[in-house]
């Protein structure tokens, strides 16, 4: 029968603790890659989708803008049959309308670009 010493004891335990700490280090390792990769994954995700939803709204803002100008040429027939003091107030109107319109949609390119940063 093979007797162990000390030493022998001492060597094994050793070098069970060195390859313990060898394959925790080629784990962590191995841990960083795949959060480096997925990383890169998701920005490269998330950019196409700020890029998707960026032409989706210059489309619908084409779109609005498009709609916009039938309903003002619209507006200015209905506007131009109106007695003055009442064409006045419709004139006042839109142009209030308008503003309000141009501050949402500098809200919402704001916003957009506080997504993007």
């Not at 335990?13 to 313990?20: A, I």
């Not at 003091?85 to 949609?105: E, F, G, N, P, Y």
């Amino acid at each position: 029968m093979t007797e162990f010493t000390i030493d022998d004891i001492s060597k094994t335990l050793k070098d069970s603790l060195y390859v313990t700490i060898g394959l925790g280090v080629i784990a962590f390792q191995k841990a960083q890659v795949q959060r480096q990769e997925l990383r890169k994954q998701v920005e490269g995700n998330l950019a196409g989708t700020r890029s998707l939803v960026s032409d989706s709204i210059k489309t619908v803002q084409e779109r609005l803008e498009a709609v916009e100008g039938r309903i003002d040429t619209v507006l200015d027939d209905v506007e131009q049959q109106l007695p003055e003091q009442a064409r006045s107030v419709m004139r006042q109107a839109r142009d209030v309308a308008k503003d309000t319109r141009t501050q949402l949609v500098d809200l919402v390119e704001r916003s957009v670009e506080t997504a993007d940063a």
